[in-house]
């Protein structure tokens, strides 16, 4: 931008959304990662919940279910670790016929994108499209990142040898208003993030 159009003012309405998109990326780039993947997630339509603690997580995961309606539905859960919350609100999760959503941890957070990165671990060997609209995930501060390859690194350092297979990230947690080709082969989610602080 020119000096000149910096104290008139004058120039298109395209130089000013250039400028203005260019101050985002910036100001994005100078934000710590945590407050970063929160607006990149809520701008994705992820609906997302901070906890300080792991009663607070057991509070909110209740206001979940009371909004929702799922007491005593049925949930695809895959990880042994998360079974105590599920039972005590007798949510059923061994075999379900139709369940209501997914309840699930993950394997890391992605700032630069807000999305969530998945892997056989937390969702078998299901795509995205083939899970739940409706999904519940269980997260900590600590498995935020900057970017999709430094997700990865962290798998591979984590996991050693006994790489986990299906890695795969959901971005999109609402149907988008208008035809977006970048959402093209992908679902939308209904998702709420339980955010607890570990850090």
Known sequence: M????KFFGVGSDASDEDSQSEFNA??????????????NFKKNGGKFLYCTDPSEVN????????????????????????????DDNKLLYKSPNQPKFLFASCENLIADEGSILFSSNQIKQNKPD???????IYATTS?????????????????DKDYPTNITTIK??????????LQYGSSAKNLY???LEDL
């Open 2 to 5: 020119s000096l000149f159009r």
């Open 26 to 39: 910036q100001a994005q780039q100078n934000t710590p990662v945590d407050e970063r993947f929160m607006y």
């Open 59 to 86: 509070e909110q995961f209740e206001n979940i279910l009371e909004e929702n309606d799922w007491y005593e539905s049925e949930v695809i859960c895959y990880e042994p670790k998360l079974f105590p919350l599920l």
């Open 130 to 136: 083939a899970l739940p609209v409706n999904i519940v």
């Open 143 to 159: 498995q935020i990142l900057e970017s999709k390859s430094d997700g990865l690194r962290v798998i591979k350092k984590k996991y």
């Open 172 to 181: 999109y947690f609402e149907k988008a208003k208008e035809e977006d080709f």
């Open 193 to 195: 993030l339980l955010l």
